[in-house]
């Protein structure tokens, strides 16, 4: 089983990635918060620290919403555990159900976090806009504007069950 990168293993794969120093803040913000939440939640917070620092990796390539294969596709180049991987795979939005998976371009299979640490930094990433820190009524006000009802109810779903596994609205951590 391959090991989870340190801090600083991370950002130098970001770096080597191609990242920009705006992707690589984002990252680093998105740690900050995804850390706080995992102590509360008593999730493994080394996993979630190189998972939140390495979810946008694909972003070296595109900022469109394929750049969650393209994140897989380096870190299976690098050999980067599996747990990684999902992280990677299942960070987009508050996760995307296979039916609107096709519709975005992408392979008809769920995108959904699963695991306590995915659904952390997937959480977390819908908690930082680039990098600054937002409450979940932003990003859920823009899916309404935008039409994706769905994916609203799904950020709300989600903010519920990680605020209740934590005892504090996230909104305040």
């Known amino acids: 089983m391959n090991?989870?990168?340190?801090?600083?293993?991370?950002?130098?794969l970001l770096k080597k990635a191609g990242c920009s120093k705006e992707v690589?803040?984002?990252?680093?913000a998105v740690r900050g918060v995804a850390v706080r939440i995992a102590k509360k939640a008593g999730a493994d917070v080394?996993?979630?620290e190189a998972g939140a620092l390495l979810h946008d990796i694909g972003r070296s390539?595109?900022?469109?919403?394929?750049?969650?294969l393209e994140g897989v596709e380096i870190a299976k180049k690098l050999g980067l555990s599996e747990k990684i991987i999902r992280i990677i795979e299942t960070?987009?939005?508050?996760?995307?159900?296979s039916d609107e998976a096709k519709k975005l371009g992408l392979p008809g299979k769920d995108f959904?976090?699963?695991t306590l640490e995915e659904k952390i930094i997937?959480?977390?990433?819908?908690?930082?806009?680039?990098n600054k820190r937002q409450n979940i009524e932003v990003?859920?006000?823009?899916a309404l504007l935008k039409g994706m009802q769905s994916y609203a109810t799904r950020l709300v779903t989600l903010h519920k069950e990680l605020s209740s596994i934590c005892g504090i609205d996230l909104n305040k951590i």
Do not use: Q
Request: contains cysteine.
């Open 139 to 142: 990003e859920v006000e823009k």
């Open 122 to 130: 997937c959480h977390a990433d819908n908690l930082i806009e680039n």
């Open 46 to 48: 080394k996993l979630v």
């Open 3 to 12: 090991p989870i990168p340190d801090t600083k293993t991370c950002i130098d």
């Open 61 to 68: 390539r595109t900022h469109g919403i394929r750049h969650v």
């Open 24 to 28: 690589i803040d984002h990252c680093k």
């Open 112 to 114: 959904i976090p699963k």
């Open 91 to 97: 960070h987009v939005g508050a996760g995307i159900p």
